[in-house]
T-cell receptor, first 118, second 115 residues
Framework: AQTVTQSQPEMSVQEAETVTLSCTYDTSESNYYLFWYKQPPSRQMILVIR??????QNATENRFSVNFQKAAKSFSLKISDSQLGDTAMYFCAFTAMYSGGGADGLTFGKGTHLIIQP | DTAVSQTPKYLVTQMGNDKSIKCEQN?????MYWYKQDSKKFLKIMFS???????INETVPNRFSPKSPDKAHLNLHINSLELGDSAVYFC??????????????FGSGTRLTVV
């Protein structure tokens, strides 16, 4: 069974600062995807960024980037030039790929509540 | 056009009642899911259907029964509601394994309150 751990229940930074959210996971699978989802107060789940385990290059989406360390099973999210609209819960999530096909469900961490202060 | 739509968005009901939450996706995805988010915001998968076939059935009370009439719909029926069933329920969908890079798409959630 897979597990995802987010060790920071809450973080607070000033607007325009850079912040890094940590995530570690445990799996015996070799092929998998990792995701960061954002959940603002509207409760909508929004995909922020994704990483395929077989790709060594770290994913980047505008101000969001990840530091993927496969050997250490670490997948942190860096938000640069943070904005007030980044205030939300952030969830790290994992899904395995199996040779038999079919999509597996997401295993989530417990989330980090990120607060951007003006 | 909403990609994954759930109805209702809010549901308040009394203990012991039976209720249903509906979900529809227009993305052409093969797999649909139900997730439960508890009061501490923890998200856990409940069920997964691939092409109308049950794939994942996590340990949930058998009062919860998913029904998939076709690939685009996955409804959740709950019998004999209990206070502990109060939560936000999310429907989601995904493409098959080969296209998982596109991620999972979530509905906007249904907040169920049992009183």
């Amino acid at each position: 069974a897979q597990t995802v751990t987010q060790s920071q229940p809450e973080m607070s930074v000033q607007e325009a600062e850079t912040v890094t959210l940590s995530c570690t996971y445990d799996t015996s699978e070799s092929n998998y995807y990792l995701f960061w989802y954002k959940q603002p107060p509207s409760r909508q789940m929004i995909l922020v960024i994704r990483q395929e385990a077989y790709k060594q290059q770290n994913a980047t989406e505008n101000r969001f980037s990840v530091n993927f360390q496969k050997a250490a099973k670490s997948f942190s999210l860096k938000i640069s030039d943070s904005q007030l609209g980044d205030t939300a819960m952030y969830f790290c999530a994992f899904t395995a790929m199996y040779s038999g096909g079919g999509a597996d469900g997401l295993t989530f961490g417990k989330g980090t509540h990120l607060i951007i202060q003006p | 056009d909403t990609a994954v739509s759930q109805t209702p968005k809010y549901l308040v009901t009394q203990m012991g009642n039976d209720k249903s939450i509906k979900c529809e996706q227009n993305l052409g995805h093969d797999t649909m899911y139900w997730y439960k988010q508890d009061s501490k915001k923890f998200l856990k998968i409940m069920f997964s259907y691939n092409n109308k076939e049950l794939i994942i059935n996590e340990t949930v009370p058998n009062r919860f029964s998913p029904k998939s009439p076709d690939k685009a719909h996955l409804n959740l029926h709950i019998n004999s509601l209990e206070l502990g069933d109060s939560a936000v329920y999310f429907c989601a969908s995904s493409q098959d394994q080969q296209a998982l890079g596109s991620g999972y798409t979530f509905g906007s959630g249904t907040r169920l309150t049992v009183v």
